[in-house]
């Protein structure tokens, strides 16, 4: 196979309306003049197999892979990257010149990407992590904390069974809370992460009690929508340095843009911008 004159990239989903990506990759490649094109792919579980089996074929050079199809796809990929196996899902393909599909998850790199940016005196071996929430995003988010040092997580989700099972796949770094007792573990975080929806916008609030949240916390959301949400904002008022969701979606894109289009994009305030605009 050759290399495309034009390549393609794209993110498949279903639906794929909502997906902010195509506003991004377009941004990068108009910004730095580069030739190719990044499209929204709207593709059912049923036709995820040949889809992929036709995509290089038509010049695509690689692909972003979204909900809900971030786990199915590793059955359809050649090889799987070590983070992409320990978050058990993929995010990010790349169709190589040999015909083969590699599948990479960047979920947790673009995570601490965005605390490394937002929170620059963060330091993982601060303290523990209080994780909230254990859901598909959570798992990214722990691989992540973790191989960048952190101590010690203390994991608190609603529904107690899927925390015990990351601590399960994760170890004994990974100790779990009750959901009712997350108030109280707070005094302990060096860095507090939001995985859960609570505060999204049409989601429930997150009621967990804020009281002991000290102001040498770092604090961050995996919600984006709205960009402050009550946890932040509460959190600043406390003193604490701040980290939104947004960057983490922008950041977790590099690697593939990087790879598919030859230059490795940057993430700034013009980034946030349009992406918001
Ligand atoms: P998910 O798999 O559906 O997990 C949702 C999590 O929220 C679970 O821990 C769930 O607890 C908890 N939750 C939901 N409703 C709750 C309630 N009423 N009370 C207590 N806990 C509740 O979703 P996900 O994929 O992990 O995504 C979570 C959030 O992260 C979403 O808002 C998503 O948009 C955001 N996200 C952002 C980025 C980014 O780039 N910034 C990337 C990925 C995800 P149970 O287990 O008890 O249900």
Redesign the pocket.
Known sequence: MTLPSIPLAGVIGDPIAHSKSPKLHGHWLRKYGLTGHYVPLEVEAADLRSVLKAMPRMGFVGANVTLPHKERVMEYVDQVTDRATLIGAVNTLIFRNDGTILGDNT?GY?FIENLRQGAPDWEASAGPAVVL??????RAIIASLLDAGVPEILLT???RV?AEKLREDFGARVSVVEWVQAGNILEKAATLVN????G?TG??ELRVPLDGLHSQTVVTD???TPMRTPLLEFAAERGCVTVD??G??LH?AVPGFERWFGRRPVVDDETRQAILS
């Open positions: 979920d673009g929430g254990a859901g598909g995003a959570a989700n609603r529904t899927r995985t859960t929806s609570l999204m989601k429930p995996l919600v984006y969701g947004l983490m979606l977790q």
